[in-house]
């Protein structure tokens, strides 16, 4: 699944939350799935640094980890998450996952260039 979204007119009804539901039950063999969410912190605009936070807020309450893995993927900062069900925890391992799969559809050149790690701020 490239996005999740839920219409304006049905927000706020537990849509969402039933989406990632079926999405766990569908996906519980798989052994990981992960989410990419826009990341706040590269938002200098107020109104959008809420929405994002306000996704991010979603996706924990529905049992998604944040990893601690920081990417940027064709020039958009993302948080990396795992459903909570997924087997892999390693920062190094995901990233390693993450890349792989872009690997799997975009050239080497093109994961080269637009796929990055964003190193810890901390």
Known sequence: MDYLAVFPKYRNKGLGSEI???????????????????????????????????????????GCIDTGLRVRCFGVPFIILVLENSSIRS?????????????????RDIVEKKIEYLEDEE
Do not use: C, H
């Not at 706040?40 to 996706?59: H, M, N, S, W």
């Not at 190094?92 to 993450?98: G, Q, V």
């Open 91 to 107: 920062r190094e391992k995901l990233w390693e996952m993450y890349r792989s799969f872009y690997g799997a559809v975009f050239s």
């Open 20 to 62: 990632i539901k079926l999405l766990r039950e569908y996906m519980s063999g798989a052994g990981l799935i992960i989410l990419e969410v826009e990341d706040p912190a590269y938002t200098k605009e107020r109104d959008l640094k809420e929405l994002q936070a306000r996704r991010i807020g979603f996706y924990e309450r529905n």
